[in-house]
Structures are given as structure tokens and as C-alpha cells.
């Protein structure tokens, strides 16, 4: 069964300070895995995207890893601000034909809250 | 302005009552979903669609129905067949090509009462 596992389910740091975000999956045949943030009541944006063959991607003070061999993930948030409050999701996309819609499996996603 | 657009924000239903919540894009996307999320729950897929007048179930289908007329819209309607529906719903869209990005909207928040 596909799945996508995240921990912690939820964490809470001081403005400023640093903290990584964990992703464990086992979909297959694996196409892509990205990392969204979702602010409360809104819909995810996403941050990064990485394919089989990278093995880190950043955008600004995200960084996400990729360990493809061991199905591991992580998002590293580095110099924390209050506005990085909101849940993390995980989403792992199953390989698919070109030109069909792509099929995502989420994680439950990781609930960040940046205090002061 | 681009981006997906969803209405109402909010919606409160009575039990036993059909509840349809829109979904409109002018990114110029083939493909469109719709996507249920409950507390402590990734995100689940309830239908998508890949080109106009043509659509497919997902992993939850049951009790909900949909549309795709125009490329643009993609309307879904909560059925009273539906027995939980309180949740959070929330529709993105996509291109047709491998490592496609789904840009997802706002969100509907969908309460029975």
C-alpha cells in the first residue's frame, strides 16, 4: 500500500531557530516528491520539488533532502519566522504516463508552530 | 489575476440535502480534482478530470458527484448519499505532463448541521 509518513506530527520552536521536518513513503513506482506548506484554512502551496535522481533543493530557507534509496525525506527550515507557522505535507507522486493527471499520496503533514 | 478561485468559503448544509461547491481556473489547466481533508488525515482523492465532459472516481467517490462542461469548471456536489461531509475541500489543477505541480485553491469548508 502506498503511504506517506511524517513526524513529528507537530512541533513548536522559537522565532529564529532552526528545525527539520521528516518524511518517510513507501509509494511505488515513485515519479516525484514535493513538500507543500499550508497556512490554517487555506489551500497548500508548494515549496520544493525533487525527482529520483536530485538529492537536495532549496528556496530560500527551505531546504529539502531526498534519499531515494532509503524512501526518506526531510525539510530543513533554517532562521525560523512566526510567518513559517503552518503544516508541512509530505506528497510523494506515483509515476504516470505522459499526459495524464498525475496521482499524488499525502502525508498527514507536520504542524509547525514558530513562537516568540 | 491567475489562480484557482473556490466558493463559498464557507458552506453549512442541513442533513439530507445536496450542496454543489465551485470551482473555477484561468490557468488554462487540462487537468482538475477534487480533494477531501480531514483532521489528522492526508489530503484524499475524491474525483479528477483530465479533459472536458470527461471525468474519474478517486479513493472516496461515494456520495459525491461531478461535472466538467468548460474547461474552466469543475463544480462538485455533495450528495445526502454522503454520510460524513463535514470537511475541509479543496480542488487544484494541473498540465498534462510528467512532474506536473498542482496549484490547489482556497479552500471550502463544508459544515452539517
Known amino acids: 500500500k502506498n503511504q506517506v509518513e511524517q513526524s513529528p506530527q507537530s512541533l513548536i520552536i522559537l522565532e529564529g531557530k532552526n528545525c527539520t521536518l521528516q518524511c518517510n513513503y513507501t509509494v511505488s513506482p515513485f515519479s516525484n516528491l514535493r513538500w507543500y506548506k499550508q497556512d490554517t484554512g487555506r489551500g497548500p502551496v508548494s515549496l520544493t520539488i525533487m525527482t529520483f535522481s536530485e538529492n537536495t533543493k532549496s528556496n530560500g530557507r527551505y531546504t529539502a533532502t531526498l534519499d531515494a534509496d532509503t524512501k526518506q525525506s526531510s525539510l530543513h527550515i533554517t532562521a525560523s519566522q512566526l510567518s513559517d507557522s503552518a503544516s508541512y505535507i509530505c506528497v510523494v507522486s506515483l509515476g504516470s504516463i505522459t499526459g495524464t493527471a498525475s496521482k499524488l499520496t499525502f502525508g498527514t503533514g507536520t504542524r509547525l508552530q514558530v513562537t516568540l | 489575476d491567475g489562480g484557482i478561485t473556490q466558493s463559498p468559503k464557507y458552506l453549512f448544509r442541513k442533513e439530507g440535502q445536496n450542496v454543489t461547491l465551485s470551482c473555477e481556473q484561468n490557468?488554462?489547466?487540462?487537468?482538475m480534482y477534487w480533494y477531501r481533508q480531514d483532521p489528522g488525515q492526508g489530503l484524499r482523492l475524491i474525483y479528477y478530470s483530465q479533459i472536458v465532459n470527461d471525468f474519474q472516481k478517486g479513493d472516496i467517490a461515494e456520495g459525491y458527484s461531478v461535472s466538467r462542461e468548460k474547461k474552466e469548471s469543475f463544480p462538485l456536489t455533495v450528495t445526502s448519499a454522503q454520510k460524513n461531509p463535514t470537511a475541509f475541500y479543496l480542488c487544484a489543477s494541473s498540465i498534462l505532463f510528467q512532474n506536473n505541480e498542482q496549484f490547489f485553491g482556497p479552500g471550502t469548508r463544508l459544515t452539517v448541521l
Open positions: 490557468l488554462n489547466h487540462d487537468a
